[in-house]
């Protein structure tokens, strides 16, 4: 359960924060966000198999993109998938089973 109130934030904050992608939010609004009715019909999720820029995949955990550059160098890290070589993307099924891992 989270101690986070969401009704004490500001409308405009609430508003910007329905439009996050789900996997890119804070566990602790993400709880909060999926547990109040009131903003839950709004609220934007995405399904495992989705995919992600290299800067959303940072922001989702919490790491800089040249962390990441820097793992997918070294063969480490969440799996990307590669649609041209200028084009990586990650699922996200690949960064929550990396970030199970981490733990």
Known sequence: ???????????????????????SLPNEILEALTQDKEFQPNFRTRSLDDLVSRKEAAGILGVSVKSLEGWAQKGIGPEIIRLSPKLIRYSI?????????RK
């Open 93 to 101: 099924r690949s960064l929550k089973e990396f970030q199970s891992g």
């Open 1 to 23: 359960m989270s101690n986070l109130d969401l009704k004490k934030l500001p409308t405009p904050w609430l508003e910007a924060i329905r439009k996050i992608p789900a996997g």
